[in-house]
């Protein structure tokens, strides 16, 4: 089965800094996507940025860039000049090819300080 | 409509009594997926519909848990004889396809359920 793990409950950054989210997972399978979901108080889901397992280079959005690591199953999030507005619960999801539920970690609460 | 609507947006309801919580996707999307998220949890998958296809429904966590989409569309969650555990967020998230091909899933601002 597939796990995501997420080992930093909490971070904190000040406005402008550079962040970095971890997020680890075990899959059997050679072809998944990868995600990292925003939710603010809000309670809104909103896709940040999403990795196909099969392309080597690093999926950008804007401020917004992954170190995906396959070997190491790693696929970390960069949040660059970090904005109040960034301030969210943000959660790391796997989607395998086989299956058809989005699995999910348990999220890090990201603080922008000002 | 332009996004996944979910009603109540909050329902307090007292142990025992049963709760329907609706979602309605974006039109024309195919696949739909319900989630719970526990206070300070991540989300736990319960059911997936995919079109004319049997639902997958391996994460509802007991069957006082129930799930149904009429007509393609619109979906309900059922949850009977609630109990103060049930007491959570509850996602709807829709999708263009269930397939592989990432289809990247739309979520709703959920309902938050309060058992007393």
């Known amino acids: 089965a597939q796990t995501v793990t997420q080992s930093q409950p909490e971070m904190s950054v000040q406005e402008a800094e550079t962040v970095t989210l971890s997020c680890t997972y075990d899959?059997?399978?050679?072809?998944?996507?990868l995600f990292w979901y925003k939710q603010p108080p809000s309670r809104q889901m909103i896709l940040v940025i999403r990795?196909?397992?099969?392309?080597?280079q690093n999926a950008t959005e804007n401020r917004f860039s992954v170190n995906f690591q396959k070997a190491a199953k790693s696929f970390s999030l960069k949040i660059s000049d970090s904005q109040l507005g960034d301030a969210a619960m943000y959660f790391c999801?796997?989607?395998?090819?086989?299956?058809?539920?989005?699995?999910f970690g348990e999220g890090t609460q990201l603080t922008v300080n000002p | 409509g332009a996004g996944v609507s979910q009603s109540p947006s909050n329902k307090v309801t007292e142990k025992g009594k049963d709760v329907e919580l609706r979602c309605d996707p974006i039109?024309?999307?195919?696949?739909l997926y319900w989630y719970r998220q526990s206070l300070g949890q991540g989300l736990e998958f319960l059911i997936y519909f995919q079109g004319n296809s049997a639902p997958d429904k391996s994460g509802l966590p007991s069957d006082r848990f129930s799930a149904e989409r009429t007509g393609g569309s619109v979906s309900t969650l059922t949850i009977q004889r609630t109990q103060q555990e049930d007491s959570a967020v509850y996602l709807c998230?829709?999708?263009?396809?269930?397939?592989?091909?990432?289809?990247?899933?739309?979520f709703g601002a959920g309902s938050r359920l309060t058992v007393l």
């Open positions: 899959t059997s399978e050679s072809d998944y996507y």
């Open positions: 998230a829709s999708s263009l396809q269930g397939t592989f091909g990432a289809n990247v899933l739309t």
């Open positions: 999801a796997l989607l395998e090819t086989s299956g058809s539920r989005l699995t």
């Open positions: 039109s024309g999307h195919t696949a």
């Open positions: 990795q196909e397992a099969y392309k080597q």
